[in-house]
């Protein structure tokens, strides 16, 4: 199981399903809390609305994890595997 039915597109179906008790997907609790949070609650709501708006604060925040990197540890990196 997994998170969404089509879980190989990347869209908003996270959000528009959640809750709706799909024996074929799996929430966690960590997920509803999403649906129930008012901090997030607000955002769960848009993007499960507005599928633009998903894909823009993904982009962001991709983007942003993106150019932060990563320390590794031991600082080369992992070798000879």
């Given at each position: 199981?997994?998170?969404?039915?089509?879980?190989?597109?990347?869209?908003?179906?996270?959000?528009?399903?959640?809750?709706?008790?799909?024996?074929?997907?799996?929430?966690?609790?960590?997920?509803?809390?999403?649906?129930?949070?008012a901090g997030f609650k607000v955002?769960?709501?848009?993007?499960?609305?507005?599928?633009?708006?998903?894909?823009?604060?993904?982009?962001t925040a991709h983007k942003k994890?993106?150019?932060?990197?990563?320390?590794?540890?031991?600082?080369?990196?992992?070798?000879?595997?």
């Amino acid at each position: 199981r997994s998170w969404t039915k089509n879980w190989i597109v990347f869209d908003n179906s996270y959000f528009t399903d959640m809750g709706k008790n799909d024996p074929e997907v799996i929430y966690l609790p960590t997920d509803m809390v999403l649906q129930t949070d008012a901090g997030f609650k607000v955002h769960c709501e848009r993007f499960a609305k507005d599928q633009a708006a998903f894909f823009a604060s993904y982009a962001t925040a991709h983007k942003k994890l993106s150019e932060l990197g990563c320390k590794w540890e031991p600082a080369q990196g992992i070798t000879g595997v």
